[in-house]
């Protein structure tokens, strides 16, 4: 029997080729869009789960309350609490401090930057490392060791020799012995690294990492797999306050599970993150596979009276309504298996394109179970959900109806096809409308004024010899010709960098908890970055002349009270001689804190450098590298456009975008598919009232028009429901930005002008050439 309906379903999808390369088509590009989205919700939910400990590593956070709001810390924890906690804390039975660093490695010719982490001795355990040279316990016995991950020793040693006890010099005034060399860590971790080594280096002559006013460091603990959380929790919030006598910051344990997908806190709790949108595409995933299989629905019971016979005919001989389920429901897989198959080529020409719109390293991997598993799952699903209603529809016709030549088409199907026709426009509608405002939020936050000019503003990682030589580099550089200004500044503009709590300053009431920022600089920094000081004066060329003076924004002004902020003292010991405009900086979509900024450039972490208006690019860049080379020839050159970095802060949204788009495109297109294999199917149906209206005189814009008015009042209800329901999903979006927009009405005028003309357009093809066929040819078997 079951290879009966194989035969069966085949030749009828090979008799009606049309009809199966519509569902086909439609089947394909919506298993493509969920395959896609499946493998980004498996790369986002993988995250960390290369180390085996997963479950009992914590990263410690502190909330830290100002002005009376709590706001989570990462980076900030004092030097001595990783001891304590293993210490104090039961259940706490691996604690490390780490400091995370970019340091230039050099072996004889071959230098190369590596990101990673100073760490305490159980940071190797905790991160489960897979050593291929050397092993976990005697990787940390010298202070001079360092242990690197394998890509790092095939830059340095190439891949044939042993890196184990070679010698490298780091940031070329350092010799650290290479004790052990691990697997390289996947891309899909939360705190990657290329190089750990001991955290007691990095300490030593750092006196201050012993304070607990210090917040610097990330620390990670390791729980035991008896421990209860909440009880080592409340235990680890306690600690803090014990040892400081101050309540307004309080440490916690933060799961690696929760790194990566709920990193995202307010008011000092956590409010999801990451999680969001997997569920979303998730989601989106569902409803773009449920619009290809809405097509397959439509088309099978529009159809209906084509097969009516066959029904009827079959019953007669003896075919009982299980048999014909199980007929069409094999129609309905061999459909969506056919369309899987497509799908796979589809796949393997579009991931590495899909890859690059989302910034990640996908792969098919055909042959992992999980995968072959679940596209067999879709293909299962896909081919129940679709052929279901019009097996169990087509089996129930009565053969006596059927084979008299009663009409069998029930209201009822023509009801659910155009709730389903409807239903597809609604979904395409609000992916359309989500676009426009998605769209609109981005660019909306992008034309903020940032307090800074960021085009052709190039930041440059401070090495070696660059602070000492920073003179000459600017004179260099500036008598080019080509540079028009140089500044140095220990934080990167667009971040939170430093910052310090308990300031008195004259003028200022309750000043304690107010959270500053601050920042060192050298003179021409702000001219650099295209700040504006709108009272008082700048930095003078020469430190010394500036070492006490301070320059602070105009929200910091703002607490000195009324009047002028020009001679009024922070500490008592520094006299503010310059105001400038605020700048935003850290959270692009709120307002930032107060800045103070010195004129001390020793500690400067950053270059920035300006070009002159006019200048090529390369040009520019090809100055500033010879410059660095020439004062710093033994770091290579390295920079960032800071524009590319504020874009870089709305890569969540960007995606969001760009897939609402994929998105939004691809529900129209399927539902066109369906839309045109309807209004194909309609035509035909009509085709003898439209030749007899053409006898009578009607026009062929008439006969479209009549052809074309029941789809459209489809459209246009599907306008009405998708209008609120898109208003209602982007309204709670953009209640997660501080700054934001208002929507519109023009977007949702936009999105249903565009719905019309594109059904307009599916619909019209198909009535045009209906209405221009002869009569005499729709009217020839009378």
């Not at 340091?103 to 291929?132: C, H």
């Not at 097969?307 to 075919?319: D, F, I, P, Q, T």
């Not at 990682?461 to 140095?488: C, H, Q, R, W, Y």
């Not at 430190?543 to 009270?561: C, H, W, Y």
Request: proline residues 3%; contains cysteine.
């Amino acid at each position: 029997m079951f290879k009966n309906n194989l035969k069966i379903a085949w030749r009828n999808l090979w008799k009606n080729k049309g009809y199966s390369m519509l569902n086909i088509f439609g089947l394909t590009i919506g298993t493509t869009c969920a395959a896609m989205i499946l493998l980004w919700v498996e790369d986002e939910v993988g995250y960390d789960k290369t180390f085996a400990k997963q479950d009992v590593v914590y990263y410690i956070p502190t909330n830290q309350q100002y002005d009376g709001e709590w706001r989570t810390f990462f980076e900030a924890t004092p030097g001595p609490l990783a001891e304590v906690l293993k210490q104090e804390v039961p259940g706490i039975i691996g604690a490390a401090r780490t400091k995370g660093e970019d340091l230039l490695f050099r072996v004889n010719e071959i230098s190369v930057n590596k990101y990673g982490r100073f760490a305490d001795p159980d940071f190797l355990s905790m991160f489960s490392l897979n050593f291929v040279e050397g092993n976990l316990e005697t990787a940390f016995n010298e202070v001079d060791a360092i242990i690197i991950s394998q890509e790092t020793a095939k830059q340095l040693f190439g891949g044939n020799s042993s890196a184990i006890g070679k010698v490298v010099k780091i940031n070329n005034d350092t010799n650290y012995t290479i004790s052990g060399v691990y697997e390289d860590l996947p891309k899909n971790v939360t705190y990657g690294f290329d190089w750990v080594a001991p955290f007691e280096r990095f300490a030593k002559g750092k006196d201050w990492m012993k304070e607990y006013g210090a917040n610097f460091s990330d620390t990670f603990v390791e729980l035991s797999p008896e421990a209860n959380f909440d009880v080592v929790n409340q235990k680890v919030k306690q600690i803090l306050p014990e040892k400081t006598e101050d309540d307004e910051t309080v440490a916690f344990l933060f799961s690696m599970k929760d790194w990566h997908l709920r990193s995202t806190f307010e008011g000092g709790k956590n409010v999801g993150g990451q999680i969001t949108y997997v569920r979303l595409f998730s989601l989106i995933a569902i409803i773009i596979l449920l619009i290809a299989c809405i097509n397959f629905m439509n088309l099978a019971t529009a159809r209906s009276e084509k097969r009516a016979n066959e029904v009827g005919v079959r019953k007669v001989l003896g075919s009982g309504r299980k048999g014909l389920i199980s007929q069409f429901m094999a129609e309905a897989i061999i459909t969506a298996t056919i369309s899987t198959f497509v799908s796979i080529l589809l796949l393997k020409l579009l991931v590495p394109q899909f890859n690059i719109l989302i910034d990640k390293q996908l792969e098919l991997r055909l042959l992992d179970p999980v995968h072959l598993l679940t596209l067999a799952g879709i293909t299962l699903v896909c081919g129940i959900v679709a052929g279901w209603y019009p097996a169990f529809y087509l089996s129930s016709f009565m053969p006596v109806e059927v084979l008299k030549g009663t009409r069998i088409t029930k209201g009822s199907a023509a009801f659910i096809r155009k709730g389903l026709v409807a239903a597809q426009f609604v979904v395409s509608i609000v992916f359309i409308i989500s676009t426009i405002i998605v769209y609109q939020q981005i660019q909306h936050v992008k034309a903020r004024d940032l307090g800074y000019d960021k085009e052709n503003l190039v930041k440059i990682p401070v090495t070696g010899d660059m602070i000492k030589n920073f003179v000459p580099i600017e004179e260099e550089m500036k008598a080019s010709g080509k540079i028009e200004s140089i500044g140095l500044n220990n934080s990167d503009i667009l971040s939170g960098g430093n910052n310090t709590s308990g300031l008195k300053w004259q003028g200022g009431v309750d000043t304690e908890n107010v959270l500053v920022s601050v920042r060192n600089i050298t003179s021409d920094f702000f001219n650099t970055a295209g700040m504006e000081i709108i009272e008082g004066r700048g930095f003078s060329k020469n430190p010394a002349q500036d070492s006490t003076n301070i320059i602070v924004t105009e929200s910091f002004a703002k607490l000195m009270g009324s009047g002028s902020a020009i001679g009024k003292t922070v500490e008592e010991d520094y006299p503010v001689i310059g105001v400038v405009k605020d700048y935003l900086y850290d959270d692009m979509y709120g307002t930032s804190d107060p800045v103070i900024f010195f004129n001390d450039p020793s500690e400067a972490r950053f270059m920035y450098v300006k070009a002159k208006s006019g200048i090529a690019t390369a040009t520019a860049l090809a100055t500033m590298e010879a410059s660095l080379k020439k004062f710093n020839p033994a770091f290579p050159f390295e920079y960032e456009f800071v524009d590319d970095a504020y874009d870089a802060k709305f890569k969540s949204e960007k995606l969001i975008g760009s897939l609402s788009q994929i998105f939004a495109l691809l529900a129209i297109f399927i539902s066109c598919l369906g839309l045109f294999g309807l209004s194909a199917f309609t035509a035909d149906q009509r085709r003898k009232e439209i030749g007899v209206r053409k006898v009578l005189g009607s026009s062929v814009t008439g006969i479209v028009g009549l052809l074309s008015k029941d789809f459209m009042r489809l459209v246009l209800m599907a306008i009405i429901i998708a209008v609120p329901v898109a208003w209602f999903l982007m309204q709670n979006w953009l209640e997660g930005y501080s700054y934001r927009i208002s929507i519109n009405a023009w977007a949702f005028a936009i999105a249903g002008a565009i719905a019309i003309i594109i059904a307009l357009v599916t619909i019209s093809f198909q009535a045009i050439n209906a209405a221009r066929v002869n009569p005499v040819k729709s009217l020839r078997s009378e």
